[in-house]
């Protein structure tokens, strides 16, 4: 099986390890079998490199983000618009790079959300029994059945003004947006790792440890939480994705940023009724979205083979 | 032209000399004719000979199946709670009124005989009353005969408040509806009305029977089995009906004009949205008919490139139009925002006002946005046209529009914003979430960077935006912004009610719940009394110039900035002929509509 | 396991209540007006507006209008839509087969190919099998339904023609040719529905078989000489169901709510466009309905994940 792909990280880390004569660290060692996994190395450069292109982008690229040129309309990607252009001539590439700033962050950012809330739900209610559990699962029940779109317009209605008023519009709006999108998105992580909590508790291992007298916070954080991260990170992964195209419907209620100011969801969102004219407009946003999931999923993957040296080859 | 002329020509045709299309002709050559010009002859005692609409099948049945495509679905069948255009849609399959309105605003008789005028006694002198005469032979869906019982009915169902009808505003200005036999109804009004032509008249006007709603009128109104299942005098029966997705007919073979319908069975399938339905009717040929494509004329182009279909466009006086706040929405009196009592502190200079007007790039909005569906315009009165000013012009200045502001003493500060005694020429422009709407304040917040003045950008999503909800601050009546655009649509060829919304009594405030129609809060005493004249006047020349003194009032005083009059746009199937008007529903007419071989 | 069983519907109830008082409050407060569209007609005067919110008992306190509902409720009355003037379970139930049909078979589907797809990646990760089954998923669930949804009727209605891309519920024909004309209209919202959703069971999956592959006791079974089939489906899938029957069990209620986005694109009538238009009419009624319905599903499906985890891993004990 090893054979396939490449060299397996559990066999080799073992002997270097102990030829370098350094005290074993199970995070050092994490780290090196992370760094083994190609793909996920590559796509730490990758995302780095577009994090870099967003900062860095609009000192290099100066064209203004809503520099309304009627000349030149939807036109295909060429020297001077190098990602072509939208219905109103405005230049994409700029756009792109604004927009990934917001995107990015809103993703990362809510998915963080998502996660910690989930987790901690999860463990809460996975490790604990009775009313703690039953109370914790009616609360995600509960968010489970909200109806999204009402509840959008009554926050946006309740909190607006005051979170424009306390962090200024894009800080205000930032907030909102990850609080919101995060807190319609930690419901399947708590389900997921209260499954795997449920499970794990009653296995050999943790009864060794709680024998050996761990304390409970000890036995949820080193021992339980750990070997239940795996579909953690694949429902992390996957909130990226759905947090920046989140990003751009709640625009539509607005509750997103001003109309006015670019994001990725947003421009394919737009670019999707010129799908036939103006194929470009949609396919740097598409592809912009898809390059930063697929890195995103490489370093999940080299992450969840990282935190367990038996799993994996 | 003016109003001499107009009498002596109208004698003309009177005597004879002058031909009724000649008439029409002429008027439409200086630019004051119009769908009302109709009513002009008509109140000169001229018989009023609507132009045929055209149908050329010999027979009724035979031409299969009609299939329409709305994007907004039909959630209702009774056309006196016909909120939405979708349900009055709808409603036109089944029931008729008595008379619709035709492209050039025309009465067309439809349950009625003939049109009431001076010259066959319908219309009395004095515009106290109205005779209506009935077609004879009309049969409702189950067989019952059609009679001016069903008239007096309607009246009395929608004019009832505990009906909770919709229509009811058609209907209260009526004091009574008599019947003076089996096929004459008389209407009496409370004053002289010039616009008569409102109860039992285009959607609101549908008949519905009174052998099966006469039991539910009042508060039992829900309960009428006939309100799902609707029987009535129209071209197709009903078949089949699901809420928000599909509404299902067959020709009617009893239909009060023998030729019609042509088509055997009638579909009308709700949902999605307008591009996909553009697709649907342009590009695959899927669907013969796409109701209000409110698309990118771009995409509408392309997609007629497909040769299934075509874009067919129809003058309507709806107008997208920029409104400035009177007052000022950042400061409480009494505990009301907006308050009438204040004034806005940046607008309220009317240099900033003709600046802003400067800034509105309307030729490039038409072209770049609204395509073919819509016109650029200076005027909120556009049609009919014989009501449509020609005393304005627009313009897009830059330039001008800074120069203005120096010469006003807005002086650009350290951030290139201008200021004035430390007031920054800063505000937010609201308006609802809809594309073309989106990209539209985009280009005028561009051009208004351009003149130093800083636009913050907001959006409401349009079920709030456009609901009454009075503790919502986001609906375009509150108005706690500085600037904002919207549609206005303008329900009927008269511009009377339409014409309403910026008298000082329809003012938004907090008093009538936020109720009122003159969003701006745009008081002008002149406007006041000119709009009370014209409620009265009978004579419709006097009338007409009463209405463009009216525009004329709102637009020069630069609060009420109109942009764009707005075209109807339809998807038609190669092949179909149907007749549309701008001035009533799209399936007005459709018992005429077929397809040609 | 009885005794767990009765005690979780009983405390089901009080809970279902507390969820139905948040959700009429919540729905109660939220901003709009049903009669919204009224306030744009000028011929409508603002007295008739007036006198439906009366009508309707719309400015009548928050609470009181929940006891009414809930009492209504019981007596199997589910209230009266303010759009359609029409009871609100005849309105459901219209929708209710439809719905069935395209969100039921896109569910299905999707686990019929993520199941297979996920444990197959995960028994070779990084083999070829694998790479292709990830990039598949990753574009399937960075891509969102309204693009997908619009790239296939723009390759299979407008360039093709060979499907349509109106959902009828009315199909005009009989026999076959109805069999025929209803498997060809839900073929493009089924997909869309159902690989977007594939491509994230799929990852789920091959997770969860990832985490016990390599367990001892699966080495264990496999050094026994068992046979490989079995050692997969005995030891390796029924493990690993665990978080995939926690997904699945959170993605059934939706079989009932529909799918707003996909729904809209294929005009599809569904639960889910019924929601979206009554949300954009603020047809109280009509949204408490469905998303009380929805709110009893989730706990319903909860309250089975929860029997199966005792069941696929016994150890797992109730009290």
């Known amino acids: 099986m090893a054979g396939l792909t490449h060299a397996s990280p559990s066999v080799e880390a073992a002997p270097v390890a102990a030829s370098g004569k350094r005290r074993f660290s199970p995070g050092r060692d994490a780290l090196r079998r992370f760094l083994r996994h190609r793909m996920a190395a590559a796509s730490i450069l ?11 982008g609009p000192l290099l690229w100066r064209i203004p983000i809503n520099e309304i040129d009627f000349t030149a309309r939807l036109a295909p990607p060429s020297w001077e618009h190098p990602f072509g252009t939208d219905d109103l001539g405005q230049d994409l590439l700029a756009r792109m790079i604004y927009g990934g700033r917001i995107s990015l962050a809103v993703g990362f950012a809510a998915m963080g959300v998502a996660l910690i809330v989930g987790i901690v739900v999860g463990a809460l209610a996975g490790t604990s029994k009775g009313p703690v559990d039953a109370a914790l699962m009616w609360l995600t029940d509960l968010f489970l ?49 209260r499954a795997q909590f449920l499970s794990l508790r009653e296995k050999e291992f943790v009864e060794a440890a709680r024998a050996l007298g761990a304390s409970n916070v000890r036995l949820v954080v080193r021992h339980i939480l750990p070997n239940a991260l795996g579909p953690v990170i694949v429902a992390g992964t996957i909130d990226v994705a759905a947090a920046i195209i989140a990003e751009s419907t709640l625009s539509f209620l607005g509750l997103g940023f001003p109309p006015d100011i670019p994001t990725w969801g947003r421009l394919l969102f737009d670019a999707k009724d010129y799908l036939d004219i103006a194929p470009h407009w949609a396919l740097f946003a598409g592809g912009a979205i898809f390059l930063t999931v697929i890195a995103i999923n490489f370093i999940g993957d080299g992450l969840r083979d990282a935190l367990d040296p038996r799993k994996v080859m | 032209m003016n109003e001499r002329d107009l009498r002596r020509q109208i004698a003309d045709v009177k005597t004879g000399r002058l031909s009724r299309r000649e008439f029409v002709q002429r008027m439409i050559a200086v630019g004051l004719t119009a769908p009302m010009a109709g009513a ?33 679905a039909p959630t209702l069948l009774n056309p006196h709670f016909a909120v939405g255009t979708k349900d009055q849609e709808a409603c036109r399959l089944f029931y008729e009124p008595l008379a619709g309105w035709d492209k050039e605003g025309n009465l067309v008789p439809i349950l009625a005989a003939e049109i009431p005028s001076k010259e066959n006694g319908g219309l009395a002198a004095d515009g106290l009353s109205v005779i209506w005469k009935l077609k ?285 005694d430390g007031k920054p020429l800063k505000f937010v422009f609201q308006t609802s979430i809809n594309g073309p709407r989106q990209k539209n304040q985009a280009i005028i917040k561009q051009a208004c960077q351009k003149a130093g003045i800083d636009v913050e950008l907001k959006s409401v999503v349009a079920s709030v935006f456009f609901s009454s909800d009075v503790a919502n601050p986001d609906t375009y009546t509150h108005f706690y912004c ?27 405030t907090k008093e009538n719940k936020w109720q009122g129609r003159n969003v701006c809060r745009w008081q002008n005493k002149d406007y006041d009394e000119t709009y009370k004249l014209a409620q009265s006047e009978l004579d419709p ?47 007005a007419f459709i018992a005429s509509w077929y397809r040609a071989s | 396991m009885g005794n767990y069983l009765l005690r979780r519907l009983i405390v ?27 306030a744009t007609n000028p011929n409508v005067p603002p007295e008739v507006r007036e006198a439906l919110r009366v009508k309707f008992g719309m400015n009548d306190p928050i609470l009181l209008r929940y006891v009414r509902w809930l009492i209504a409720m019981m007596h199997g009355d589910w209230g009266f839509s303010f759009a359609s003037r029409v009871n609100v379970d005849t309105l459901i139930l219209q929708r209710i087969p439809t719905t069935l049909y395209v969100v039921g078979t896109a569910q299905i589907l999707a686990l019929a190919v993520a199941l297979p797809v996920g444990v197959l990646a995960a028994r070779r990760p990084y083999s070829i099998f694998d790479q292709i089954a990830n990039t598949f998923a990753f574009i399937g669930f960075s891509l969102p339904t309204f693009f997908t949804g619009l790239l296939l009727i723009l390759i299979f209605s407008v360039n093709l023609g060979w499907l349509p891309f109106v959902y009828r519920a009315d199909l005009q024909a009989t026999g076959w040719q109805w069999w025929w004309e209803s498997i060809k209209q839900a073929i493009m919202p089924i997909t869309v529905l159902g690989l977007y959703q594939a491509a994230s069971y799929t990852r789920y999956v091959r997770s969860a078989v990832l985490d016990v592959i390599k367990l001892d006791y699966v080495t264990t079974a496999r050094a026994k000489g068992l046979d490989e089939r079995k050692v997969i489906v005995k030891h390796v899938v029924r493990n690993a169901l665990i978080p995939v029957v926690t997904l699945v069990a959170l993605q059934m209620p939706t079989v009932f709510g529909g799918a707003i986005v996909t729904e809209q694109i294929f005009r599809i009538p569904g639960i889910g466009s019924l929601l979206i238009s009554a949300i954009l009419a603020n047809d109280t009624p009509v949204i408490m309905a469905v998303t009380f319905v929805f709110a009893c599903l989730v706990v319903l499906f909860n309250l089975i994940a929860d029997i199966l985890y005792g069941w696929l891993d016994p150890r797992i004990s109730f009290r």
């Open chain 1, 46 to 56: 990758v995302l780095a490199l577009l994090a870099l292109s967003i900062v860095l």
């Open chain 1, 145 to 193: 059945s909200l109806p999204q779109l009402p509840l959008l317009l009554l926050i946006i209605y309740l909190f607006r003004d005051f979170l424009k008023g306390w962090l200024g519009p894009e800080g205000g709006v930032f907030v909102l947006i990850v609080l919101v999108i995060g807190g319609f998105r930690w419901m399947p992580v708590a389900r997921l790792v």
């Open chain 2, 40 to 72: 002009m002859l008509a109140h000169s005692g001229i018989a009023v000979a609507a132009e045929a609409i055209p149908y050329k099948p010999t027979k009724a049945g035979g031409g299969g199946p009609l299939k329409l495509l709305l994007w907004q």
């Open chain 2, 136 to 420: 004879p032979g009309v049969k409702w869906h189950d067989g019952k005969p059609f009679t001016a019982d069903d008239v007096v009915f309607n009246w009395e169902y929608a004019n009832n408040p505990e009906t909770s009808a919709v229509s009811i505003g058609s209907y209260k200005n009526v004091k009574a509806v008599e019947k003076i036999d089996d096929l004459t109804v008389k209407l009496i009004f409370p004053q002289p009305t010039p616009f008569w032509a409102d109860a039992f008249v285009a959607s609101f006007g549908c008949i519905i029977p009174k052998h099966l709603f006469g039991d539910y009128i009042g508060a039992k109104s829900r309960e009428a089995p006939a309100n799902l299942k609707p029987v009535g005098t129209g071209p197709y029966m009903f078949v089949d009906f699901k809420p928000g997705d599909t509404v299902a007919g067959k020709r009617f073979p009893d239909y009060h004009v023998p030729t019609q319908p042509y088509f055997d069975t009638v579909e009308i399938k709700g949902g999605g949205d307008a591009v996909s339905a553009a697709r649907a009717v342009l590009q695959t040929g899927e669907y013969d008919y796409g109701y209000n494509l409110q698309v990118e004329d771009e995409i509408l182009t392309k997609l007629e490139a497909g040769g299934q279909g075509k874009t067919e466009l129809t003058l309507t006086g709806n107008i997208e139009y920029i409104g400035l706040n009177v007052t000022d929405p950042n400061v409480e009196v009494d505990g009301e925002r907006a308050s009438l009592k204040t004034k806005h502190p940046l607008f309220s200079d009317p240099e900033v006002r003709r600046a802003i007007n400067l800034l509105i790039d309307r030729a490039s909005v038409q072209k770049f946005i609204y395509g073919r569906a819509g016109v650029a315009t200076p005027n909120f009165l556009n049609n009919p046209e014989r009501y449509r000013s020609k005393n304005n012009s627009f313009e897009f200045s830059i330039e001008k529009a800074n120069q203005i502001l120096d010469a006003a003493g807005w002086k650009k500060g350290a951030s290139g914003i201008r200021e004035k």
């Open chain 2, 482 to 508: 500085d600037m904002q655009m919207y549609q206005t649509t303008m329900p009927q060829a008269d511009p009377q009610f339409f014409m309403n919304q910026f008298t000082s009594w329809e003012c938004a």
């Open chain 2, 541 to 587: 020349v006097k009338r007409a110039a009463l209405f463009i003194k009216l525009n004329d009032l709102v637009v020069r005083d630069n609060y009420v900035l109109p942009e764009i009059n707005r075209l109807n746009a339809i998807g038609v199937k190669n092949g179909m002929v149907l007749y549309k008007s701008g001035w009533d529903n799209d399936l």
């Open chain 3, 12 to 38: 089901a109830v009080p809970s279902l209540l507390g969820i139905s008082l948040i959700l009429f409050v919540l729905l109660a407060l939220a901003p709009g007006d049903p009669f919204g569209e009224l």
